[in-house]
């Protein structure tokens, strides 16, 4: 619809919008007033479910504009973005929302290229100013905020996971659901061999409410199980600092900072990080940060809410315990 807030939609690939979606539909609906036009979501998928789209409604979307293509997964961002190209171009949304995911990254800036329109990246918060949208976003490693605007619609925008309020499921709200024409192009290259589903058993970095996180101070990949057990207690993902990463300890999808993810999580615990600045751009805004080190001159606790100085060996076993006493009363 003309004037609506698109919210494109980050599934799991089993045809259920990802938690993150809360967030972000819930932000367009709070946004639907001072801009007037409702909150919609844009399902690309090859399997929808009627729970999707159920939930879809509940968290707030008025609309879902559901395009269903065996074409679409695996995803690709040069599949994906003319087919959501063509649909801007024929429906004037005023703003199109996506969230900091791998895919979603990308898709956005391939659709802001395509659609010569500007695109707020890794936004942490909207206003609506003189009936403008106003987005503000780190920078400088977030060091500092800045504030921006857009010189024409459609506003584009990801807001980075775990920074908005969720959209509290309104059961019984449904969503009306059209399946416009799209065209789907061709892949033009394969990047997909194989596909490896990671099966930790913990939740992903970007979604988790508790991150527990490990950097060279575990002085080698065997040790990352003593994060792994404290996160299973904890309910919480693991991460990683680069140094880790680029010593082969972690794949990099785990590395959080300037060049890995940027998480947000309630609760950050981080056991042998120093705290160089690209680290904490990936994780600053976390709500409590709680760092462990054996070095009381670490930069980490000077953004620490909670700083514990000593041996990650002996501490990490420590809090585990502790946590599972809490835990089971
Ligand atoms: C362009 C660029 C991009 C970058 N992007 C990223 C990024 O995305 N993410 C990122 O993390 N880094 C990034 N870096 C690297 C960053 O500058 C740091 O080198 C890195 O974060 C350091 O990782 P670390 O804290 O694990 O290691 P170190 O800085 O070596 O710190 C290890 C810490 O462990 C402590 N320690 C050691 N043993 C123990 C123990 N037994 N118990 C408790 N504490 C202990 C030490 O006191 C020390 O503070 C980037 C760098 C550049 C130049």
Redesign the pocket.
Same mark, same amino acid.
């Given at each position: 619809m003309a004037g609506a807030i698109w919210c494109v939609v980050e599934d799991d690939r089993q045809g259920n919008p990802k938690k993150v979606m809360a967030e972000v539909l819930g932000e367009a609906s709070r946004l639907a007033s001072p801009l007037t036009g409702q909150a919609e979501a844009v399902w690309l998928t090859d399997k929808a479910t009627e729970a999707g789209i159920k939930q879809l409604g509940e968290w707030g979307a008025k609309r879902v504009l559901l395009v269903e293509n065996a074409g679409l997964a695996p995803y690709r961002g040069e599949v994906w973005a003319p087919v959501l190209a063509e649909l801007v171009q024929k429906e004037s949304p005023q703003a199109v929302f996506g969230a900091v995911t791998t895919r979603q990254r990308e898709v956005m800036a391939r659709l802001a290229a395509r659609l010569g329109a500007g695109l707020a990246a890794d936004v942490v918060a909207l206003a609506v100013e003189d009936g403008k949208l106003v987005a503000t976003r780190p920078v400088y490693a977030g060091k500092l905020l800045s504030k921006m605007t857009w010189a024409k619609t459609p506003w584009l925008a990801t807001l980075r996971p775990n920074v908005f309020k969720p959209a509290e499921a309104q059961s019984g709200a449904a969503a009306a659901v059209d399946k416009p024409a799209a065209t789907v192009p061709a892949p033009a290259m394969s990047l997909v061999e194989r596909r490896e589903e990671s099966s930790t058993g913990l939740p992903e970095l970007a979604e988790a409410e508790i991150v527990v996180s490990g %950097?060279? #101070?575990l002085?080698g990949p065997e040790n990352f199980v003593i994060l792994e057990s404290l996160a299973k207690v904890l309910g919480a993902a693991v991460g990683a @600092?680069? +140094? +880790?990463v680029d010593a082969g300890w972690r794949p990099h999808r785990f !590395?959080? #900072?300037?060049? %890995?993810r940027t998480i947000s999580p309630k609760l950050y615990l981080g056991? %042998?990080? @120093? %705290? +160089?600045? !690209?680290?904490l +751009? #990936?994780m600053r805004t976390s709500k409590v940060i709680c760092a462990?080190?054996? $070095?009381p001159e670490?930069p980490?606790f000077k953004i620490a809410d909670f700083g514990i100085v000593? $041996?990650?060996?002996e501490?990490a076993p420590a809090l585990e315990q502790e946590f599972k006493k809490l835990l089971e009363k």
């Open positions: %950097g060279r #101070g002085k @600092s680069r +140094a +880790a !590395q959080i #900072g300037q060049t %890995g056991f %042998g990080i @120093s %705290g +160089a600045i !690209q680290h +751009a #990936g462990i080190n054996k $070095d670490a980490i000593g $041996d990650l060996f501490v």
